[in-house]
């Protein structure tokens, strides 16, 4: 199962927005401040397990753990009203609703199905400062999630061994989609701990000398080794990342992404990302040859006469490849 559509009503600064024909491939842009890290925090709200949408207030944005409910949780609705908004889609839907006795709560279902209101996804009280119910954070779907900020080196690393004892065939995938894309010198990665050192990492060989470990090898490596990572060991029904263009450099961009899509479409993941870079965009739209099917800008704008309201758009490449071939602004 994919998602079809996404609305948001009252979330964070979005009064009513819906995204209609999604793609195997998203990218959500616009301008600072109109709801794109939005945008992916209502994906973790409908789809996160248990760990995800309790880490949730310091996944893409800083946040002072004490204070989770007075600078997170409690502004989730427009205006900070927590208990107004909804988030839904063809597959799942969660709705915020407040109780009377200081209590507010959380609620997700899959699609269709009416709320219960004994058992919240998540509940709130001044007692308790957020209590996720794990048997209640069950979703359809397997989610993935990427903030900016580089994952620690190994996590990275123990994924990767995850894929190479398991499916050699991805590990040689992952190796040819790095050569081809970010450092064409690489021969081979593999897991491990040489004489003195105390962790095992990835390391490179690029061929000419000892092997390097993957730390070493600048950020658009360390990026796009841990994105392929993610896809081929835990294997996600949706992928969320949150400038996908950190660390890469522009050049490389469209041989990034057609990687990418290829191992999207091997793999059956749908992925959510945010970038702030034309060069990025353009070159998503380069790489995705002309198939009208699988990538979709989902862009948000304030309203030019009422900048308190936020409008979703939905541009298929066709239109986004004449929009940037005739200079006009797509960010």
């Given at each position: 199962?994919?998602?079809?559509f996404l609305?948001?009503?009252?979330?964070r600064?979005?009064?009513?927005?819906r995204?209609d024909?999604l793609?195997r491939i998203?990218?959500?842009?616009?301008g600072?401040?109109?709801?794109?890290?939005?945008v992916?925090?209502a994906?973790c709200l409908l789809?996160?397990?248990h760990?995800?949408?309790q880490?949730l207030?310091?996944t893409?944005?800083?946040?002072v753990?004490?204070?989770?409910?007075?600078a997170?949780?409690?502004l989730?609705?427009l205006?900070?009203?927590f208990?107004?908004f909804?988030?839904s889609?063809?597959?799942?839907?969660?709705?915020?609703?407040f109780?009377?006795?200081?209590?507010?709560a959380l609620f997700?279902?899959k699609?269709?199905?009416?709320f219960?209101?004994?058992h919240?996804f998540?509940l709130?009280q001044?007692?308790?400062?957020?209590h996720?119910?794990?048997?209640q954070s069950?979703?359809v779907?397997?989610?993935?999630?990427l903030p900016?900020?580089?994952p620690d080196p190994l996590t990275?690393?123990?994924?990767?061994?995850e894929?190479?004892?398991?499916n050699?065939?991805?590990?040689t995938?992952?190796?040819?989609?790095?050569?081809a894309?970010i450092e064409?010198?690489?021969?081979r990665l593999r897991?491990?701990?040489?004489k003195?050192?105390?962790?095992?990492l990835v390391?490179?060989?690029?061929?000419n000398?000892?092997m390097v470990?993957?730390?070493?090898m600048?950020?658009?490596?360390?990026?796009?080794l841990h994105?392929y990572?993610?896809?081929?060991a835990?294997?996600p029904d949706?992928?969320?990342?949150?400038e996908?263009?950190n660390?890469?450099?522009?050049?490389?961009?469209?041989?990034?992404?057609?990687g990418l899509?290829?191992?999207?479409?091997?793999?059956?993941?749908q992925?959510?990302?945010?970038?702030?870079?034309?060069?990025?965009?353009?070159a998503?739209?380069?790489?995705n040859q002309g198939d009208?099917?699988?990538?979709r800008?989902?862009?948000l704008d304030?309203?030019?006469k009422d900048?308190?309201?936020?409008?979703g758009?939905v541009?298929n490449?066709?239109?986004?490849?004449a929009a940037l071939e005739?200079?006009r602004?797509?960010?």
């Amino acid at each position: 199962m994919k998602i079809d559509f996404l609305q948001l009503d009252h979330f964070r600064g979005l009064k009513s927005v819906r995204f209609d024909g999604l793609g195997r491939i998203n990218l959500v842009v616009g301008g600072n401040n109109t709801g794109k890290t939005s945008v992916l925090e209502a994906l973790c709200l409908l789809f996160g397990d248990h760990a995800q949408v309790q880490s949730l207030p310091g996944t893409f944005r800083q946040n002072v753990k004490k204070d989770d409910w007075q600078a997170f949780w409690r502004l989730l609705g427009l205006r900070g009203e927590f208990d107004e908004f909804m988030i839904s889609s063809n597959a799942t839907k969660v709705e915020a609703k407040f109780n009377r006795k200081k209590q507010t709560a959380l609620f997700r279902t899959k699609a269709n199905e009416q709320f219960n209101q004994e058992h919240p996804f998540i509940l709130f009280q001044e007692s308790n400062r957020g209590h996720i119910d794990a048997n209640q954070s069950k979703s359809v779907l397997k989610l993935s999630v990427l903030p900016t900020t580089q994952p620690d080196p190994l996590t990275t690393s123990r994924l990767f061994n995850e894929i190479a004892p398991l499916n050699p065939e991805n590990e040689t995938k992952l190796e040819e989609l790095l050569c081809a894309s970010i450092e064409p010198r690489l021969r081979r990665l593999r897991y491990a701990k040489p004489k003195g050192a105390e962790e095992h990492l990835v390391y490179a060989d690029l061929g000419n000398g000892p092997m390097v470990p993957f730390t070493q090898m600048g950020q658009a490596f360390a990026r796009a080794l841990h994105i392929y990572c993610e896809i081929f060991a835990l294997q996600p029904d949706i992928l969320l990342v949150d400038e996908i263009e950190n660390g890469l450099y522009y050049g490389g961009l469209e041989d990034f992404w057609k990687g990418l899509i290829a191992v999207l479409e091997d793999q059956d993941v749908q992925l959510f990302a945010t970038t702030h870079s034309r060069e990025c965009m353009e070159a998503a739209c380069k790489a995705n040859q002309g198939d009208k099917t699988s990538l979709r800008y989902l862009r948000l704008d304030r309203k030019a006469k009422d900048p308190e309201t936020i409008v979703g758009t939905v541009f298929n490449d066709e239109t986004m490849a004449a929009a940037l071939e005739s200079g006009r602004e797509m960010r």
